[in-house]
């Protein structure tokens, strides 16, 4: 077998020599390992290349969800599986596969877990592999880009903080079925279920169906917060809404903060999302998604 790792060295956990580390566990295995590091400002088209050129049997991205949105574009309908390495702050897509944090324990993943096909959502012209929203998430992943230090406690701050500043949003969502306007706090395009703080926005999502799903967070609350993160309850469809659609346009009426997959991306007033079905192969721990 041989494989090509894409390594992040910019990711969260910057205390681990991913090379090094990798390099050591494949060491006293037959399989052919070639290395690429990320540089600052890589292209895609680059990457893309490196893949080709390498010709792999499998590629393993080490790094955050950006890091995996950005492989998993380079792998769009390629017969080559993705595996990940869990090295940013949240690592909410790794969480979502069940992928081991443990480095090691992810590795062997990487080599002995499942392949599955799983489907992506473009949105605009990006693409999702894990969860896009707009409005409050995104506000935070604003402040939590610009903070000093990175992890748990620095988003629980810029979460916070935008809590008391975070204007509620007029807006209008076109889904296959039908049309809706709501005022809401946080709209959520979810090719997942869950962010990689454990909170579960999306108790009906699966990567392997043929639709995504539309949260709309109409208020936020501490007692929809602790739903998602530790009950799991039904949502209360005063301050919650869920639609399951393939395609879907929301216009809002002012400019919102606007991320996907971890990634703020400005502000926007129209988004425009449709799925990509069976998009990319990727290596998990379990068929169960």
Known sequence: MKIFCIINSLSGKDDIDFRTVIESHFSPTNIDVVIYELQKGCKKETIVQQIKAAAPDRVLAAGGD?????????????????????????????????????????????????????????????????????????????????????????????AWEVLWSNPRMSIQIQTDSQLIHRNAEMVVIANATKYGTGVLINPEGSLTDKCFEVIVVKKISLAEIFKMRFTHKPYDPEKTELFQTGSVKINSRKNVHFQVDGEYLGKVKTLKASIIPDAIKIITESRNL
Request: net charge negative.
């Open 66 to 158: 950006g890091t995996i949105k950005l492989i998993a574009e380079c792998l769009v309908n390629s017969d080559i599986p993705m595996g990940i390495l869990p090295a940013g702050s949240a690592n909410g897509m790794a969480k979502e596969l069940g992928i081991p944090l443990d480095v090691e324990k992810a590795l062997e993943t990487f080599i002995n877990g499942t392949i599955i096909q799983i489907h992506l959502t473009k949105i605009n012209d990006e693409i999702c592999i894990h969860l896009s929203d707009i409005g409050f998430n995104a506000f935070v992943v604003k402040k939590f880009e610009t903070a000093e230090k990175r992890g748990m406690w620095s988003y629980v701050k810029a």
